[in-house]
């Protein structure tokens, strides 16, 4: 389970606003969010963790 949407909402962001931010799809966001995907790229967590300036530990694991 990740953080995505916590630390997205905290922010007050909209998954377009970070896919926009990221790079990555707003559909990918969506599935990163309720837990659809289990493998995800790190490049993929550099590229969300950069955009929400928070670091990948504190997103994806923990």
Known sequence: MNKIREFREKQNMTQ???SE???ISRAYISQLENN???IVK???MLAI???LKKPVGS???K
Do not use: V, Y
């Open 16 to 18: 377009q606003e970070l």
């Open 21 to 23: 931010k990221s790079g």
């Open 36 to 38: 659809d995907s289990l």
């Open 42 to 44: 790190s490049s993929t």
């Open 49 to 51: 963790a950069s955009a």
């Open 59 to 61: 997103i994806f694991f």
